[in-house]
């Protein structure tokens, strides 16, 4: 069975401030995509990185970073910079690989964190 | 490009009664899932559809039910409203498993749709 654990439930921050979203992980596949997702009060998830098994090489896109440690099962999310409308709920999310037909298995979403950045 | 669209936005239904809730896939997309999503929780899986067949299910009785019609456009039906069905349904599109992008693709959602039980 597939589990992500959000443990953070709220942050709040000040603007410009750096703040880091963490996630955990379990799975048994061996191939497996790894998500973070924003929810701002609309509703929509709205996609914001990916990240592959088989490539642990952290990235930096924009003001997002993400660092992705296989050994400890983790895939942490960092805003820096942060900004008043980056306040949302996050979520980190897991998807498989189905191995009848190859498609994406579902989503396994943590119950994710509420960031509040102030002004 | 269109994204996944999702309708209606909110609804109100009593106990005992059945819903609709329609969704059309990005553009290009030709597989459809649905979430439900309850109040303070992450959305959870309800169901898969690719080639008009429910592919993927999750832990949800069969008063959840779907389709999917030729154009990729997907309907979830529930029966039997529950007070506890009340959550936000989301609606995700994604490329199936013949595109060369079939498996990690990128998973987009729909704004979902609002529904309270009463």
């Known amino acids: 069975a597939q589990k992500v654990t959000q443990a953070q439930t709220e942050i709040s921050v000040v603007e410009k401030e750096d703040v880091t979203l963490d996630c955990v992980y379990e799975?048994?596949?061996?191939?497996?995509?790894l998500f973070w997702y924003k929810q701002p009060p609309s509703g929509e998830l709205v996609f914001l990185i990916r990240?592959?098994?088989?490539?642990?090489q952290n990235e930096i896109s924009g003001r997002y970073s993400w660092n992705f440690q296989k050994s400890t099962s983790s895939f942490n999310f960092t805003i820096t910079a942060s900004q008043v409308v980056d306040s949302a709920v996050y979520f980190c999310?897991?998807?498989?690989?189905?191995?009848?037909?190859?498609?994406?298995?579902?989503?396994?979403f943590g119950k994710g964190i509420t960031l509040s950045v102030r002004p | 490009d269109a994204g996944v669209t999702q309708s209606p936005t909110h609804l109100i239904k009593t106990r005992g009664q059945q819903v609709t809730l329609r969704c059309s896939p990005k553009?290009?997309?030709?597989?459809v899932s649905w979430y439900q999503q309850a109040l303070g929780q992450g959305p959870q899986f309800i169901f898969q559809?690719?080639?008009?067949?429910?592919?993927q299910r999750g832990n949800f009785p069969d008063r959840f039910s779907g389709h999917q019609f030729p154009n990729y456009s997907s309907e979830l039906n529930v029966n039997a409203l529950l007070l506890g069905d009340s959550a936000l349904y989301l609606c995700?599109?994604?490329?199936?498993?013949?595109?060369?992008?079939?498996?990690?693709?990128?998973?987009?959602f729909g704004e979902g749709s609002w529904l309270t039980v009463v």
């Open positions: 559809y690719y080639e008009e067949e429910e592919r």
């Open positions: 799975t048994r596949d061996t191939t497996y995509y």
């Open positions: 999310a897991l998807s498989g690989r189905k191995r009848s037909t190859g498609a994406n298995s579902k989503l396994t």
């Open positions: 553009s290009g997309h030709d597989t």
């Open positions: 995700a599109s994604s490329l199936g498993p013949k595109s060369t992008q079939g498996f990690g693709n990128t998973i987009y």
């Open positions: 990240r592959n098994s088989f490539d642990e």
